[in-house]
């Protein structure tokens, strides 16, 4: 089977390297070897027999990789499955804006059944963190903090997992692009903001434990 070397991308959006196809030594199978353009970028093999196959995603049959040269980007509107991942955090960043100086992570302890969320810091648990010697200190009082920015880098992580992200939502100006509030306040909301002439867009529920949440984005107003 003929399969192109270059770039590919997944059907579920990541990027691939095609280097080449190789013979199985034991079953003579081919196989197409082929590196991640992310992470660690690492090396990968599979059945040439499965790389063109026909999937389902969602309510859509696909193909398993595209070629780079048989996707148009173009044909398609918006941010979408097939978006490079630089795109995706771009969407991201640009809707989910806060503060870029501190962001938080998500912890979650299975023994006692709590979680939460806590500012990430570079400091944390080393020897100069209150925590790491068992004391208990606020991270706002704590006089070695040393919070990492909120960028695309914190994204990425996000996105593919690696990290539950936290946005401290309130700007320098006391202002704020987005809401989280309780499902059911929609329409009292929605008049309330139409009547400050604040264009809003409703977006799909969040689950948060059993509590629904709804997110709002607003336009900042000049």
Same mark, same amino acid.
């Not at 280097?19 to 990968?44: M, N, P, Q």
């Not at 990492?148 to 593919?160: G, I, N, P, Q, Y």
């Given at each position: 089977?003929?399969?192109?070397?270059?770039?590919?991308?997944?059907?579920?959006?990541?990027?691939?390297?095609?280097?080449?196809?190789?013979?199985?030594?034991?079953?003579?199978?081919?196989?197409?070897?082929?590196?991640?353009?992310?992470?660690?970028?690492?090396?990968?093999?599979?059945?040439?027999?499965?790389?063109?196959?026909?999937?389902?995603?969602?309510?859509?049959?696909?193909?398993?990789?595209?070629?780079?040269?048989?996707?148009?980007?173009?044909?398609?509107?918006?941010?979408?499955?097939?978006?490079?991942?630089?795109?995706?955090?771009?969407?991201?960043?640009?809707?989910?804006?806060?503060?870029? &100086?501190?962001? =938080?992570?998500?912890?979650?302890? $299975?023994? !006692?059944?709590?979680? @939460?969320?806590? +500012?990430?810091?570079?400091? *944390?648990?080393?020897?100069?963190?209150?925590?790491?010697?068992?004391?208990?200190?606020?991270?706002?009082?704590?006089?070695?903090?040393?919070?990492?920015?909120? &960028?695309?880098? =914190?994204?990425?992580?996000?996105? $593919?997992? !690696?990290?539950?992200? @936290?946005?401290? +939502?309130?700007?320098?100006? *006391?202002?704020?692009?987005?809401?989280?509030?309780?499902?059911?306040?929609?329409?009292?909301?929605?008049?309330?903001?139409?009547?400050?002439?604040?264009?809003?867009?409703?977006?799909?529920?969040?689950?948060?434990?059993?509590?629904?949440?709804?997110?709002?984005?607003?336009?900042?107003?000049?």
């Amino acid at each position: 089977m003929l399969i192109k070397p270059g770039k590919y991308i997944h059907f579920k959006g990541n990027e691939y390297k095609v280097i080449g196809t190789a013979t199985h030594s034991e079953t003579l199978d081919e196989v197409v070897v082929y590196r991640a353009l992310y992470g660690e970028g690492k090396t990968w093999i599979r059945p040439s027999s499965m790389w063109n196959e026909i999937v389902e995603h969602g309510d859509k049959r696909v193909k398993r990789f595209i070629h780079e040269d048989e996707f148009n980007a173009k044909s398609i509107e918006g941010v979408h499955n097939y978006s490079l991942p630089k795109e995706k955090v771009e969407l991201f960043l640009s809707l989910f804006t806060g503060r870029e &100086d501190v962001f =938080a992570k998500r912890w979650e302890n $299975t023994k !006692k059944g709590i979680s @939460g969320y806590v +500012p990430v810091c570079h400091n *944390e648990w080393s020897p100069v963190c209150p925590k790491s010697g068992g004391g208990k200190m606020k991270c706002s009082d704590c006089t070695h903090q040393d919070f990492m920015k909120f &960028d695309a880098a =914190a994204v990425e992580k996000h996105l $593919t997992g !690696k990290m539950t992200v @936290g946005v401290y +939502p309130m700007l320098a100006d *006391e202002t704020e692009q987005y809401l989280c509030l309780p499902r059911g306040l929609e329409d009292e909301i929605n008049q309330i903001l139409k009547d400050n002439n604040v264009e809003i867009k409703w977006i799909d529920k969040t689950n948060e434990g059993r509590k629904i949440n709804r997110q709002l984005f607003r336009k900042r107003q000049s």
